[in-house]
């Protein structure tokens, strides 16, 4: 049962994203992309993981993309109707450097010598655990990663300063 | 385990390749070529989170919150960067913005 | 002793220092009594130095080279040889300096000629006092420096400042020969010292005698202006005459013969050598004869005459006669520069004109000249009772006593030399000093009145004369008493015949005719009347053996056919099609190929976000399909 419906989420994750970067409409391309999210949320919560679940819901499919939806609404860009997809010069490098890194990915992944074989049983990381994981080992980094916020704040500010005419 | 560690890991590359897809096809666009770059730490993300659950860590989990709280702040700078810019050319063309080369 | 023999070397250095760095703050007449004083008290000090000496002295003034077993301090070894060079250095160089006050009164240049003349003197005092061969060699290598220094004097004219050059470069390469006997002797013997060098000759096998020997005989070449290297002496006549005298008296070319006699205890066992100096000696005698003969310019016939007489010099030495060619060595010292002198005061007195077919009538005209130079003349052309008669005579008997074939045919050349000199001496005496024939319109008054000359170069020509003419009391022959030298030379000799006083007698009176029918051809060719006839005829371009003589036997032209041409055409070949054609053009065209993959490379960074994005991209892709490759 967990696995189909991990599958299942696969599929989706893969189309709709397929869907989104060849969206033209940037609004559509959002929608396509929560869509993706939310599927890998639910990934996520069958890995043994309901808080970044969580956190997948809360923060990416909600706050970062109605702050991408509120930023394309801001930008009058005219019709995205009139919007012209990338011309097929800039498809081709693309196809041909993705499709070798994703082949080679995929070949490196399934030849490798199974060492999973060693896994331990599948078990939930309780919240408790996560936490103490996360305060005790990686305090340094939580700073960091707070500093790192102070100065998007403080850029964001500066950029969004009201200019004198 | 409910799938192999491997399914997981191609199912992340796939991600991955489809976000640099974007990136690399969407070069007029800045505000798609930013969505791949979602894309792509979101496959990150779930590399992160599978071997949390293949070897019974929380690290993994640790960081895949840290990736999401670097990308907030991330997305939020880019975005004020991205309107500030098309306040000045009118274009959201990634190309057009090249003053920083050294002339 | 000691301060005897560092006040010789140190004074001319002091005086050549100390022009250089204050001479032009200081009023002219403090530099010319600076740089005469000290070649004076140099002078003062060897006299010193004979006066006190009783054995031969090595001192050892100071430290130089110490490097694991090669000792190279700097000393001074005081021989016979070296003491009574010192002294004829000394005077000669002295009087020529006070003479140099008077030629060199005009010229604006007069810091930098004193300072270099000082300098010459110290070079060839270093040199002849050296006890070990580097310090020789640097010695050597100033005297080289000065001369061409003062060769191309008066360097704004090319032409002067190409005989500086030619001097310099063709006794480079007798200096090569020196360079590699010295590095060749240090690995033989393990010790530089010229003293004990000398006494290490039996050690060594007779090959490597030989071929040290005739290196040597190549430096001496170089220096003494000898054959085949002796085409830069005529030319060297670029510089001031006082310049001239000092080259040809008293310091550079007799350096060469020096080193000879110097090295002479290691070299003299080797028959081949000494053959070959002697051979090099006769032949060069004779070909600087022969082409005296022909020449015009005052100054070149002097310069031939000196290369002919250093050529007597040698055969001595070739001969084994250190005192006959040292007797020699010093009275030519006297009478060349004599000569020199008296010429730079009849060029002088002519307004710089040097052809002896213009010239005439200055016997009359300048008497104060005429008299010495007639002294100088017959000394050289080895008239008795003068000096040069008897030390060219020591030479010939010196030869004579050899005896066989070899040396027998080498006195007949020499002999036949001193026939030519004669003939050549008096030529040029004649036509320079002859009277003018009132009639004779060929001869029109060329160079208007002649100039009055400085006092004191007249004078300084007076005593000079009177040593060349008295000199033969320095070494009487062996019927007159003994001779000094002979006797303050005698551990240097190497043995040889000792001939009967009837022979010696006879072979000088030999001497005496050969150089009296000498003068005798020369009046009968250029005496009163005929001396009109042949500066007609010498109007005239020179034609089949006179041109041939005139030329140098085209010495100068067979060097640039056999040695500068071809130089010069692989040197353009290598300039031209190697240098420019490979490496530089290799060169060029990668800095250009450089230069455009740069340009290429820098249109990749645009400033396009989308290129960099794309680059990126590209290095990730490179990057694991490489993993992929190499794991798989």
Known sequence: ?165 | MIVPLTHLLILASILFALGLLCVLIWRSNVIMMLIGIEIMLNAAMLVFVAGSNHWGMADGQVFALMIMAMTSAEVSLALAMVVYLHRRKKTVNVDEFRELRDQ | MKTALELIILLPFLGAIGNILLGRFLPRRVVEITACSVIWGSFFAALYALDTYSAPAVVEVGAWLTSFDLKVPISFCLDPLALSLCLMITFVCGLIHLYSIGYMRDDPGHVRFFALLNLFVGAMLVLVLAENLPLLYLGWEGVGFCSYALIGFWYKEVKNATAGRKAFIVTRIGDIGLAIAIVWIFKVFGTLSITEVNRMGQLVPMEVITALGLLLLLAAMGKSAQAPLMVWLPDAMAGPTPVSAQIHAATMVTAGVYLLMRMFPLIGVSAVVTGAIAVTGAFTAFYAATCALAERDLKRILAYSTISQIGFMMLAVGCGAITAATFHLIVHAFFKALLFLGAGCIITALHHEQDIFRMGGLRRALPGVFWPFLAGALCLAGVPPTGGFFSKDSILTAVWAKGGMFYGALYLVAMFAVFLTAVYTFRMLFVVFGDRLAANSLEPDLHGPVKPLPGIMKIILIPLALLGLVSGIFNLPAYLGNGLLQSFLAPLNAEGGHLSHATELGLQSVAAIVALSGLAVAWWYFGRQRRAMRIARAAQPPTGVTAFLQAGWYVDNLYSLLFIRPYKRLSSILWERIDEGVIDDSLDRMAVQLGRTGQGLGRWGSGRVSAYMLSLACGATLMVGWFAWVVL
């Open chain 1, 1 to 165: 049962m967990e696995q189909t419906l991990f599958y299942i989420m696969a599929t989706v994750i893969v189309i709709a994203t397929i869907f989104a970067i060849s969206e033209k409409h940037p609004v559509h391309a959002i929608v396509y992309l929560v869509t993706s999210f939310f599927a890998l949320a639910v990934v996520f919560y069958l890995l043994a993981a309901p808080l970044i679940a969580m956190f997948e819901v809360i923060i990416y499919a909600g706050a970062v993309m109605v702050l991408f939806m509120f930023v394309i609404m801001m930008l009058d860009q005219g019709s995205p109707e009139d919007a012209e997809r990338p011309p097929l010069m800039h498809y081709l490098p693309a196809l041909v450097l993705t499709g070798i890194t994703l082949v080679s990915l995929v070949l490196l992944l399934t030849n490798r010598s199974p060492v999973a074989a060693a896994a331990v049983a599948p078990r939930l990381v309780s919240v408790k655990e996560f936490a103490i994981t996360l305060f005790n080992q990686y305090g340094v980094a939580i700073e960091i990663i707070s500093m790192q916020l102070l100065f998007a704040i403080v850029g964001v500010l500066y950029l969004g300063r009201r200019r004198k005419p």
